[in-house]
Each structure stands twice: as C-alpha cells, then as structure tokens.
C-alpha cells in the first residue's frame, strides 16, 4: 500500500487507515484480529481508535493485538480524546485536565508508552482553547505522543488553532484534521479543506463510505446485519438515505457496474485521491467486509467519471465561499 506523509509532517502512513469504533462492541477481538492482520498484510500501517469508542473497548482491544499480531513499531497508533459518555449521555471536556487523563487511560488501555498521534475529537467552547493546545503541547514534550492534530473543527477553529501552535515559540504544531467526507457529505469543501491545504494539515477523512450507504447495501431496504439495523447506529446511517444522497448512490453504482468493480470501490478511490486528503479512514465489522475495501487500492478512477462523480454530488454553496 503506497505511503503519504501526513500534511507537512515527517510522519509516513499508509494511504488508507482502519477504523476501529466497532472493535468490543459489534466487532469481537477474534474479527480484529483477522481485520488487523489483513491490513498488515497488504501494507496498512494506520490504524485509528478513540477513547470514545465504546467507552474505551476499542482500545482495549487493539492493545491486545499489537505486538501479538504485529510489532508495535510498524503500526501508526493514532486516538482521539476530548469525549465520552456517562449514563448513556455524550460528554464533552477539552480541558487540561481532562484530556491528559484520558491520554493517561488510553495508554494503559493500548498498553504502549506512547500514541503516534493523538487528536482533540471536538471543539468546545466551554474551554479557553489555548487550553485545550496546552495540553497537546504537553502530551508531545513529555514523551505521551509524537504527533498531534484535531477532529471535527470548523473552517475557523482549524485556522485560529493551527495558527496559534504556529505562532507561538515551542509549541507543538498540528499535523491534521480528522474530519467527514464522502460523496455524499462534501461540506469540508467549503472552508476546512482549503484551510487544511492551506496550512499544511494531512486530511484524514472518516466514514468515506457515506456511513455505509455509499456501498449500495441500502438500495432495496435495510439489511437485518447492517448499520441501519442496529439500534445505537441508526440514526448514525438514517441521515444519508435521503433522495439526494440515493441519486449519488445510483451514479456510484452505475459507474462499479461498468468497471467491473464494487459501489465501495468507487466511493473509497474518490476520497482517497482528493486533493488534500492523506487517507480515508475505513471501519468494518467483518474481516471478509474489511478485504472488500482493501481491494479499492489498486482502483484509480478514470477522469471521465470522476467528473460525473464530482457534478452529481457538489454541495450548495453560497456566501461568501461560492466566490472563491
């Protein structure tokens, strides 16, 4: 699998990263680790998790499978902190505080001495953010991670942030942006993209699938095993089986049915070569799951259709970002 580096940094990983929120909740450790050892195999190095992710399980999971599975030092260990859930109720805490004990509990979960890259899941204004960058400064000069970056930040909040590391002598710069995109969710496009470009941040795009609508399963109704099914992810899918996103949907199908390839194929090689994108982040519940998106990468789509991609899926737009 070809390698990037991450924005501007000197940190290589694998142009497509796996994702982990299912592992310890829908996905058990034996399917992790047939995932893990198939990413492995063709080359992934990037594997992404969050303390979030079922209340630690993920993490939990994945720490038992370094070294077991692969060494330590060939996988990019990144997590996310900044949010969690108490009585089944999200709770967002970028301070200081919080943040280093979840980097501290996330460690012990990974069961490493460091995390190669640790992202601030959310924004939040009840914390002063030079706050909230102090405590990435200390997560890198005190050996916890080597890299750090943001999730789910605005246009705005990802310039003031990137700006301020910059600026500011001995801090820790920011290297990327975690945020979503996919042909059925392009409203990075607007102002987080040109900023990320703009400043040098490697974009790691998350549910590149559309959250699973983009692999044609949902176009005659909801399988019993999918997403859509489950109870705590319904509502997660429910926003994209709308009529606009069913008409990128049939465009993304028609475009696999004459390649000869498959509907995630196409959404996955889309994504993955955007300008400004380092690597999609892909889940899966299932090995099998998992090896059907590792075929993507020897897919790259020829510019006849990922024009028409491009036309039947462009976000409204309007001011003042329709002038630029």
Do not use: C
């Not at 692969?70 to 996988?75: D, L, S």
């Not at 979960?109 to 405590?135: G, K, N």
Request: aromatic share 6%.
């Amino acid at each position: 699998m070809e390698q990037r580096r991450l924005g501007r940094s000197g940190l290589k990983v694998s142009r497509l990263a796996l994702g982990t929120m299912t592992w310890g909740r829908d996905t058990d450790i034996h399917e992790a680790r047939d995932q893990l050892e198939a990413f492995a195999e063709v080359g992934g190095t990037l594997v992404d998790t969050a303390a979030s992710y079922g209340d630690g399980q993920s993490e939990r999971v994945l720490g038992e499978l370094l070294e077991a599975v692969v060494p330590r030092a060939e996988i990019v260990v990144a997590t996310k902190a900044g949010m969690s859930r108490t009585s089944g109720r999200r709770v967002i805490d970028v301070s200081r505080g919080a943040l280093l004990d979840q980097l501290d509990a996330s460690l012990d979960r990974l069961d490493t001495d460091y995390v190669d890259l640790w992202q601030v899941q959310t924004w939040s204004d009840d914390v002063p953010p030079d706050e909230t960058m102090a405590a990435l400064d200390y997560a890198v000069t005190s050996g916890r991670a080597r890299y750090v970056g943001m999730s789910n930040y605005g246009g705005w909040q990802t310039g003031w942030s990137t700006a301020h590391q910059a600026a500011s002598p001995g801090r820790s710069p920011l290297v990327s942006t975690q945020v979503e995109y996919s042909l059925v969710q392009r409203g990075i496009e607007r102002e987080v993209l040109p900023a990320a470009m703009g400043l040098g941040l490697g974009v790691l795009a998350w549910s590149p699938l559309g959250r699973g609508v983009l692999t044609g399963k949902y176009r005659t109704g909801t399988p019993a095993d999918s997403r859509a099914a489950s109870p705590h992810l319904a509502g997660f899918v429910e926003v994209y089986l709308d009529p606009r996103s069913r008409q990128v949907v049939e465009a993304v199908s028609t475009a696999a049915e004459g390649l000869g390839v498959q509907p995630l194929e196409v959404a996955l090689a889309w994504v993955r070569d955007r300008p400004g994108v380092t690597a999609p982040v892909v889940g899966a519940r299932t090995a099998a799951q998992l090896r059907g998106v590792l075929a993507a990468e020897d897919l790259t789509l020829p510019a006849e259709i990922r024009t028409a991609l491009d036309e039947i899926s462009v976000p409204p737009l309007g001011y003042p970002e329709r002038l630029w």
